[in-house]
C-alpha cells in the first residue's frame, strides 16, 4: 500500500478538524485513527485501500503531527482537536495539484490552445514543476516556453498556476495553426485526439480545392 494514499486520505479527513473524547490522560492517537478507518477517511473520491488498517492510519498521523503538518489542541474535559497547520494545507494542495486533469471533451473545435511562459530564473523550481506538470497532463512542447494543447483548458491552467503562484508569467491563448499534421499526429498518438481528427483538415481541404 502506498504511504501517499493513507496521508492524503488522513489530510482529507481533518480538513474541518475532529473532536474526541480521551478516556485518559493520553491524547487518542489510536481512537483518530480508528475513527478515519471506519468513517471519514473511506469517503470518496478517496477511499482507502482494502488492506488500510487503523495501525497504518495511526503511524501516519504521528508522522504528521512530528512533521508539523497536524496539530493538536486541548479543550480541556480530556477533550482534543485534531486540525490541519498552515503546513498540513499546503502539502494537502499539493496532493490535489498532482490530481489536476484536463476534462475530457468529446470533439476537437480545430482549434489549438497554446500556454506561454516567461518564469524568472529565480523561480526555477516553480518552473520545472510547471513543466513537468504540462508534460503529465499531455501537452505537446513546441518550445521550452510553448506548450500547445487541442481541447479548451484555460480553467485547469489557471488552477495550476494559481497553485505554483506564477499567474503574472504566463498567457493562454486559442487559436489555429497551419501545417499543423505534425501535432495532430501526437495527440492521436496520445489518444488525446482520433484519427478522424488526424484527417480531417486534409479531407476539408481537397474538397475545397
Sequence with gaps: MRKSVVVKGVL?????GVVLVAP???IPLGALAKLLCEAQY????????EESDP???RQSIYRLRKNEYLKIKSLGGKKFKFELTKKGKKLLARYHFSDFKINSQKRWDGLWRMFTFDIPEKKRLLRDSLRKRLQELGFFRFQKSVWIYPFECAEEM???CEFLEIQPYTITFTGKINDDYLLRKHFVYKRILTKSDLWKKAMAETQFN
Excluded at 482529507?12 to 474541518?16: D, F, P, R, S, T
Excluded at 473511506?42 to 485501500?49: E, F, R, V
Design 12 to 16: 482529507l479527513a481533518l480538513v474541518g
Design 24 to 26: 485518559g490522560a493520553a
Design 42 to 49: 473511506s469517503a470518496a473520491p478517496y477511499k482507502a485501500p
Design 55 to 57: 495501525e497504518k492510519v
Design 158 to 160: 489557471r488552477m495550476v
